[in-house]
């Protein structure tokens, strides 16, 4: 099994950033891919950003492409995103992800290890 940690979020002005950190515990030494999803009030849980096990791939929800990045530290098992030109429509809890896979996996179901979850509000 895979332990998840996440930590980061909190409350920002419209167009500042912030950085998110999940850290992975426990069974990572087989091949696990690890995403971020969000869901904000009233609505499902949608995904994010995915990164490969070695962090050489990666991808991204449209809504965030070319203001957020995904970074991995295989050293220390941790993932962070960097979420910069933050808006109002950002604002949910952010939730860490992973699941054993040598690729990247963009569906909430295809998911098996989850973080608690770290809230992310965005004033306008």
């Known amino acids: 099994q895979v332990q998840l940690v996440e930590s980061g979020g909190g409350l920002v002005q419209a167009g500042g950033s912030l950085r998110l950190s999940c850290a992975a515990s426990g069974r990572t030494g087989s091949s696990y891919a690890m995403a971020w999803f969000r869901q904000a009030p009233g609505k499902e849980r949608e995904f994010v950003a995915v990164?490969?096990?070695?962090?050489?791939?990666?991808n991204y929800a449209d809504p965030v492409k070319g203001r957020f990045t995904l970074s991995k530290d295989n050293a220390k098992n941790t993932v962070y995103l960097q979420m910069n030109s933050l808006k109002p429509e950002d604002t949910a809890v952010y939730y860490c992800?992973?699941?054993?896979?040598?690729?990247?996996?963009?569906?909430?179901?295809?998911?098996?290890?989850w973080g608690q979850g770290t809230q992310v509000t965005v004033s306008s």
């Open positions: 992800a992973a699941t054993y896979s040598s690729g990247l996996r963009y569906k909430r179901n295809e998911y098996y290890y």
């Open positions: 990164i490969s096990y070695t962090g050489s791939t990666r």
